[in-house]
């Protein structure tokens, strides 16, 4: 027998409808209400936090900052950056394999590190490392030995992401992740500060300059068989470093067993005689001090000049030379005639101005102080005006080459990109007529002077070389050279100073047998211009040129020049 139950229909009155609506809307209502008030005390303490918190971390928020900050060139590109890395580490105490098995294996994974060496690490009395910063293919083969005395702990490392690319602007950290040499030993406070670290440094360096720079210099120092290099890149109105390396160079990632020697930045902390590049700086005190008034005058050099048992040479036989011979045949003796009548007190004010008294100015530890000379007397004046008898770093003459041609006014360099911030105001040390009478003159020399393998089609480049004899036991070594050229572009409106030396080129069949400066720096400063001149937004133009107008009447035509 089956039971049928049937549910009584509900009957609900107008009013009971009403009452149950309004319960519901009450309910919704106080929901409301809570969560607008939850959602209240939560952006209450939120905003307290941001505005008066003032404890150390701030939790999730410094999570995300490096322990040291980034190197960036001008363009953002990455140049240090620090990431998490593994290291080998070795606790004798609980290894299981035999000490000389584990040698043999380690030894194959690390041929670079002797045998010998890895089994004193392993037969130590106390926890050592085999390797910091290794790689994972290494910390793979060492896992797969497998035994349990070795570990792998997680550590900060710094990384060079370009490998030697201005590994002397950049230097390197040390072990514990401080900076040691370059930017890195520098801005030390600035890189782990907390307040600053989450935000990358911006240098002046363009990685994409940095580069061609580093690639020619480094070509000619191979094909001339050279001991080094050095080079610069310089913005005349700012003092921005877009390009800074020295030869050899080393990679930042790789110090074990690399040369100490070639850590040293030869731009700011090697001292070099750097010969006749200092003639258009004491030509242009000259100009400035009133001792030259006319390009015309004429300079006697048909002989050697004898000064207090000295004897004043030209490399080559000489005539009498004007102001613009004089720069374009690279005479000592007219240069050091017109610095006997500028006189020691103007001289040395001239070098004083340009900081060659001085460490040079740049944002870097490794800075050499010049070799100042002890007794000033004629000589010396007449010497140092072609730049023998007084030593300074290839930064110094850059800096005063910018000073020469940028209207006359002198800036400390810097490695820090500048952006919107005005450069330093500087100091006066050329009157703005005599930089105009310079860039000239400059621009004559390789157009018709010595610097003609530094004439770049269209980029106006204007310069002087120099080729300096180092000095040695018992005087100067004639076979040993350092090669300087320094050079500005575009002369008729100066953008950049490009420096480069070549320290020791032999005279190959790449240099048609020459070791001076015109065959050896010149054309690596033609090469650079080329390539970097459009990347810093300097693009030839064969229309536009210095105006020599005034001064080709003056050269003698069709000689050949030295």
Request: hydrophobic share 40%.
């Amino acid at each position: 027998m089956n039971t049928l139950v049937v549910r009584p229909t509900r009957v609900r009155t107008a009013g009971v409808r009403q009452q149950i609506l309004l319960t519901a809307q009450q309910r919704l209502m106080i929901l409301m209400l809570l969560f607008a008030a939850a959602f209240f005390v939560v952006s209450v303490r939120l905003l307290y936090f941001s505005l008066f918190d003032t404890s150390s971390g701030h939790g999730a928020a410094t999570a995300f900052i490096p322990a040291r900050a980034d190197i960036v060139d001008r363009n953002g590109v990455p140049l240090a950056r620090t990431i998490d890395g593994y290291s080998i580490r070795v606790v004798p105490s609980k290894l299981l394999n035999n000490r000389q098995y584990l040698a043999d294996e380690l030894h194959k994974i690390f041929p670079d590190t002797p045998r010998e060496e890895l089994l004193a690490k392993i037969s130590g009395p106390r926890p050592t490392y085999i390797r910091r910063r290794a790689l994972p293919d290494q910390v793979a083969a060492v896992n797969a030995i497998g035994d349990v005395g070795f570990d792998f702990p997680r550590e900060k490392e710094r990384l060079y992401p370009q490998l030697t690319l201005a590994a002397h602007v950049l230097g390197f950290t040390n072990a514990e992740g401080h900076g040691v040499t370059g930017v890195e030993g520098a801005l030390d406070q600035r890189l782990t500060d907390k307040a600053t670290r989450g935000q990358p440094l911006a240098l002046s360096i363009d990685a994409r300059v940095q580069g061609v720079l580093e690639s020619e210099l480094s070509s000619a120092v191979a094909n001339l068989e050279a001991i080094g290099g050095a080079g610069v890149i310089l913005d005349v109105h700012t003092g921005e470093v877009a390009a800074m390396t020295s030869l050899p160079t080393f990679n930042p990632n790789k110090l074990t067993g690399s040369d100490p020697t070639t850590r040293r930045n030869s731009v700011t902390y090697n001292l070099y005689e750097l010969g006749s590049t200092f003639k258009p700086l004491s030509i242009g005190a000259a100009i400035d001090d009133g001792v030259v008034t006319s390009m015309a005058r004429r300079y006697d050099a048909t002989a050697p000049l004898p000064i207090a048992g000295f004897r004043i040479r030209d490399s080559h036989p000489g005539r009498w030379y004007n102001v613009p011979e004089t720069l374009i045949e690279s005479s000592n003796i007219a240069t050091a005639r017109i610095a006997d009548e500028l006189g020691r007190e103007n001289l040395e004010r001239l070098f004083r101005n340009l900081d060659f008294d001085k460490r040079p100015q740049i944002d870097l530890k490794e800075r050499a102080f010049p070799l100042w000379p002890r007794d000033w007397g004629r000589v010396t004046t007449m010497t140092t005006s072609y730049g023998h008898g007084i030593a300074v770093t290839p930064m110094h003459l850059a800096s005063a080459y910018a000073a020469l041609v940028n209207g006359g006014i002198y800036r400390p360099a810097t490695l820090m990109k500048l952006g919107d911030k005005a450069p330093p105001q500087g100091r006066r040390v050329f009157k703005a007529a005599t930089s105009a009478r310079m860039r000239q003159l400059l621009r004559l020399i390789v157009s018709d002077g010595t610097g003609k393998q530094a004439n770049a089609p269209g980029f106006r480049v204007g310069g002087k070389t120099g080729s300096a004899e180092k000095p040695g036991a018992g005087g100067y070594r004639r076979h040993s050279l350092v090669s300087t050229f320094a050079a500005a572009f575009p002369m008729d409106n100066p953008r950049y100073v490009v420096l480069v030396m070549i320290d020791e080129p032999k005279g190959n069949a790449f240099s048609s047998g020459q070791r001076t400066a015109g065959w050896t720096a010149a054309p690596v400063v033609r090469k650079v211009v080329t390539r970097a001149g459009p990347m810093l937004g300097v693009f030839p133009d064969e229309s536009r040129d210095v105006d020599v107008s005034e001064l080709l009447p003056l050269l003698r035509r069709g000689e050949e020049t030295h």
